[in-house]
């Protein structure tokens, strides 16, 4: 039986494929005032996914639920004439909502064998039957997108969540200033410093000198070893806080000192009491997890500004096989938290007995390795929070995990957005990318891109030829 639809003004119906669902939970209501469609095949693929404690069936179910929420107790008549989608916030109604049941009879264009095929069939004999409407497909799946595309079909990309088109436009936390700052800014305004470690710049100077983009946290040198970073700006006065390379490449962690200027900078944020998130994006070997870890044991272990470390981080594999490893849940993590047991080691390499120190960090740091499975629904107090591999999460999962942060909490985001191994993802549409862009900004985040490959001359000389 075929729905009776709705007649928007621009005569546009949006069908969501499953990955779009599972993508953003909330996405039914990010199509204005147009008709929403939900394939039955999507339903039923929902309600295979939505079992277990994997971050797929969490989205899974909250997709469902927000489905739900929507029909509420519409009857089956109603639903095939669609329901209408209101905001959470009052505003009146963005359009309906309908499910689509297969059509009966409809030829079947591609074999029917694969899921995608039956919802391209059943959409290309809704187009076939109103020819006047203009029936979208919207699927993260690129090999879906093209088999609509050459069925006749018209399909695109899930794009709601994605603030920048391009990744090299993304934030990198801090500006190259050419020549001397102060000699520029002098030249335009005369300046009194005093020794002071602040400093007051009328907006339309720094505009001049960093352009209109610049935002709260963000960094800024020049050629003259200077550096500073943007405290506030309150639309006539940005204040700005004045550092030098030399103070900040004197830091140390635990032991580590920056190697370059782009790991002083984070390990400046990393340090900063008043910054609640961090979000650190560069290359395999560029030094993420050692700075994060470093960091991290200096606040709980020797400043006692944390009391504990929560390790994690977001692996395809991870929420698919850890059920099925022996152990408990920190037991089971270990394969997949490399990373930091690795870097553990090499902070303590040059003890005179490794092994003895790594013990005693161990027996003395709650450093608990959390499945992200089950740090969904947690909230963790006076933590700090290490989320590796940040970029093969979702705009919506990063959120999930985000919240979890309680009072006196820091979270640290790491991620390297050249290598993403979660399906639908990309650059431009990583939940790291997101959350970066989103916290531009705000007073209490920053972020910072690193550069160079620490690792070794082999990954450096891999990284820029492989």
């Keep these: 039986m075929q729905p009776t639809l709705s007649d928007p003004a621009d005569r546009k119906i949006y069908v969501l494929d499953t990955n779009v669902l599972i993508h953003d939970p909330n996405s039914v209501f990010n199509f ?239 340090f900063d009491p008043d910054i609640d998130l961090v979000a650190l994006n560069g290359a395999a070997g560029s030094g993420k997890t050692i700075l994060a870890l470093a960091c991290a044991l200096e606040q709980t272990m020797e400043t006692k500004l944390y009391k504990r470390i929560i390790a994690t981080r977001s692996t395809r594999g991870l929420d698919e096989d850890i059920g099925f490893l022996p152990g408990t849940e920190a037991e089971k993590m270990q394969p997949w938290l490399g990373a930091f047991t690795d870097n553990l080691e090499a902070l303590h390499a040059e003890d005179f007995d490794p092994s003895s120190s790594q013990h005693f960090v161990g027996a003395k740091v709650p450093l608990q390795f959390k499945s992200l499975n089950f740090v969904r629904g947690r909230s963790f107090q006076q933590s700090i929070m290490i989320v590796d591999e940040a970029q093969n999460l979702t705009p919506h999962q990063i959120k999930t995990i985000v919240t979890r942060a309680g009072q006196g909490t820091k979270v640290i985001c790491l991620g390297n957005l050249a290598q993403i191994d979660t399906p639908y993802l990309g650059p431009t549409s990583s939940g790291l990318t997101f959350m970066s862009e989103r916290f531009k900004g705000f007073a209490h985040a920053g972020t910072v891109t690193l550069k160079g490959v620490a690792r070794s001359r082999l990954a450096a000389y891999a990284e820029s030829h492989l």
């Design 32 to 270: 204005e005032e147009h008709q929403v469609l939900i394939p039955m095949v999507v339903l039923e693929e929902l309600d295979k996914l939505k079992v277990g404690n994997t971050a797929i069936a969490a989205d899974a179910r909250q997709a469902v639920r927000t489905i739900d929420a929507i029909l509420g107790p519409a009857s089956p008549t109603e639903i095939m004439a669609g329901v209408d989608i209101h905001r959470v916030v009052p505003g009146g109604p963005l359009g309906t909502l309908t499910i689509l049941i297969p059509i009966e009879k409809a030829p079947a264009t591609l074999s029917t064998q694969i899921n995608d095929n039956r919802i391209i069939n059943d959409l290309l004999a809704l187009q076939a039957k109103r020819p006047d409407y203009k029936v979208i497909l919207v699927t993260k799946d690129i090999n879906m997108r093209l088999k609509a595309r050459g069925s006749g079909l018209e399909s695109e990309d899930y794009h709601n969540d994605q603030l920048i088109t391009d990744i090299d436009s993304l934030t990198s936390g801090y500006h190259h200033i050419e020549g001397s700052f102060w000699e520029k800014l002098d030249a335009m305004a005369p300046q009194t410093v005093n020794g002071e470690r602040e400093h007051s710049v009328d907006r339309g100077i720094m505009e001049e000198l960093l352009g209109a983009s610049f935002f709260v946290n963000q960094f800024f040198f020049d050629d003259r070893e200077f550096a500073g970073r943007i405290l506030s700006d309150d639309g006539s006065q940005v204040r700005l806080e004045l550092l030098n390379t030399g103070s900040l490449m004197r830091q140390k962690a635990w032991g580590l000192a920056p190697r370059d200027l782009y790991q002083a900078m984070a390990m400046h944020l990393l």
